[in-house]
């Protein structure tokens, strides 16, 4: 069956501009994960989507960050006024429940570069 | 606060060697324990995890690892190594909450020599 995608793959921004990130999980889970992949920080937790309660931001760097899942499903993770040290990997998972023994599927990431 | 540290960067090992890559964690509630292979390019892919029961837990591609919650460690091991195997490994807790965020350790990249 299909796994979590995400697109785009890759892309390439100028500082300053805004980029939108879009991952679409698993048909029928209801838990939806961002992290962040980057060579300084490794891999970081950013928010967490479940059905219909609030998410977890706690993650989230900055207030220019955010994130939003509609309908219960496609997410998009939105980086306003972008800069240099937000390069890096953006993966996004989801899970059957949020249940913390629930195994997370990943994507296969988008790759952020800002100049 | 959970933690999680991985003993080396990088490991070296030949091909038909003994894998062992080492991880201990923190916590302060039992934890579920994951490992996340990371092959080149791609995302991560579950080798096996750990939430209760038995210690021993057996995962895919002949990769193992053991629960010592009196060691806080939960090491990755797999008897012999084949050039597949190189990729970056990930160790990563989630505590008992109704999140199930991951926390990460820093990664080990195993390098396979023939």
């Known amino acids: 069956g299909a796994g979590v995608s995400q697109s785009p793959s890759n892309k390439v921004t100028e500082k300053g501009k805004d980029v939108e990130l879009r991952c679409d999980p698993i048909s029928g889970h209801t838990a939806l994960y961002w992290y962040r992949q980057s060579l300084g920080q490794g891999l970081e937790f950013l928010i967490y989507?479940?059905?219909?309660?609030?998410?977890?931001k706690s993650g989230l760097p900055s207030d220019r960050f955010s994130a939003e899942r509609t309908g219960g499903s496609v997410s998009t993770l939105t980086i306003q006024r972008t800069q240099q040290e937000d390069s890096a990997v953006y993966l996004c998972?989801?899970?059957?429940?949020?249940?913390?023994?629930?195994?997370?599927?990943f994507g296969p990431g988008t790759r952020l570069t800002v100049l | 606060a959970q933690s999680v540290t991985q003993l080396g960067s990088h490991v070296s090992v030949s091909e038909g060697a003994l894998v062992l890559l080492r991880c201990n964690y923190s916590s302060s509630v039992p934890p579920y324990l994951f490992w996340y292979v990371q092959y080149p390019n791609q995302g991560l892919q579950l080798l096996l995890k750990?939430?209760?029961?038995?210690?021993l837990v057996k995962g895919i591609n002949g990769f193992e690892a053991e629960f010592k919650k009196s060691e806080t460690s939960f090491h990755l091991t797999k008897p012999s190594a084949h050039m597949s195997d190189a990729a970056e490994y990930f160790c990563a807790v989630s505590v008992a909450s109704n999140t199930g965020k991951l926390i990460f350790g820093q990664g080990t990249t195993l390098q396979v020599k023939p």
């Open positions: 989507f479940q059905g219909n309660s609030a998410p977890d």
């Open positions: 750990y939430t209760t029961g038995a210690t």
């Open positions: 998972a989801s899970s059957l429940s949020g249940h913390n023994r629930d195994t997370q599927y």
